[in-house]
Nanobody, 119 residues
Framework: VQLQASGGGLVQAGGSLRLSCAASGSISSINAMGWYRRAPGSQRELVAAIIRGRTVYADSVKGRFTISRDNAKNTVDLQLNSLKPEDTAVYYC???????????????WGQGTLVTVSS
């Protein structure tokens, strides 16, 4: 199983970006998909996730970021609007996946995509 993320870049404060992540491989089911981020000098934190149909957001991004998932394509997108310099971080896609012929789910991570917001 692999997660391939894309869409990071450099944007001015107030601008927008869209991150995309696609899961591929021997997937039986995906129980959750989401995005985390790690800012310089900080720990990784949850940004947004869709967990068994329920959407959760970090307080710091509510009203600015929107997560969406395409179950048929095994993709999850994150629309980042009204970006602030403090949103600068490496963003990681995450999915909790149960592989075919497996009884258990496991955490999978994308390679990380850098979002830089200039003031």
């Amino acid at each position: 199983v692999q997660l391939q993320a894309s869409g990071g870049g450099l944007v001015q404060a107030g601008g927008s970006l869209r991150l995309s992540c696609a899961a591929s491989g021997s997937i039986s089911s995906i129980n959750a998909m989401g995005w985390y981020r790690r800012a310089p000098g900080s720990q990784r934190e949850l940004v947004a996730a869709i967990i068994r149909g329920r959407t959760v957001y970090a307080d710091s991004v509510k009203g600015r970021f929107t997560i969406s998932r395409d179950n048929a394509k095994n993709t999850v997108d994150l629309q980042l609007n009204s970006l602030k310099p403090e949103d600068t971080a490496v963003y990681y896609c995450n999915a909790k996946i149960q592989q075919i012929r497996s009884y258990y789910e496991a955490d999978y991570w994308g390679q990380g995509t850098l979002v830089t917001v200039s003031s």
